[in-house]
């Protein structure tokens, strides 16, 4: 039996082009789940139950959906390709979201699955702060409980 070796560099050769949209989006919802994270606990919020419901803003498939048009312009050719191979991936879709807001989500999310196994870590930053720019507003607005913040 053959075993196989992966190394970070053949995870990033090809990783647009021999991945399925699906790998992709799949690993990009981990990426921006930690993105998110990170940008939640960076702004001081400490209690899990506001940085969960906190999180809901930015990564529910209608959210996203939303904050993907702040990315659009500014995508190179090949992310715009990474993205329309992800939200042309065909699936079943949440109750919650539409058809529509789905296949946005996963675009969305095959791209940063992309730009993470690419190891294009500055440019994933870059797109997610225009990613949170769509939201601007949203989070500081927040009715946030005393004991949430340290």
Not at 70 to 93: D, M, V
Request: charged fraction near 20%; aromatic fraction near 8%.
């Amino acid at each position: 039996m053959e075993t196989k070796t992966f190394s970070a560099s053949s995870f990033a050769r090809g990783a647009s082009s021999n991945r399925s949209p699906a790998a992709l989006a799949y690993l990009g919802d981990a990426v921006l789940e930690v993105m998110v994270r990170k940008h939640l606990v960076s702004q001081g919020f400490s209690n899990p139950g506001v940085l969960n419901e906190l999180a809901k803003t930015f990564v529910t498939a209608p959210q996203q959906s939303i904050g993907v048009e702040a990315l659009l312009p500014h995508l190179t050719e090949e992310e715009l390709n990474c993205y329309k191979r992800g939200r042309n991936e065909s699936g079943p879709h949440p109750k919650n979201a539409s058809v529509q807001e789905y296949r946005r989500a996963t675009g969305l999310e095959a791209l940063f699955g992309w730009l993470n196994l690419s190891n294009q870590t500055e440019r994933a930053e870059e797109l997610f702060s225009l990613y949170l720019s769509a939201f601007s507003g949203q989070s500081k607005g927040t009715p946030v409980p005393e004991d949430s913040l340290d």
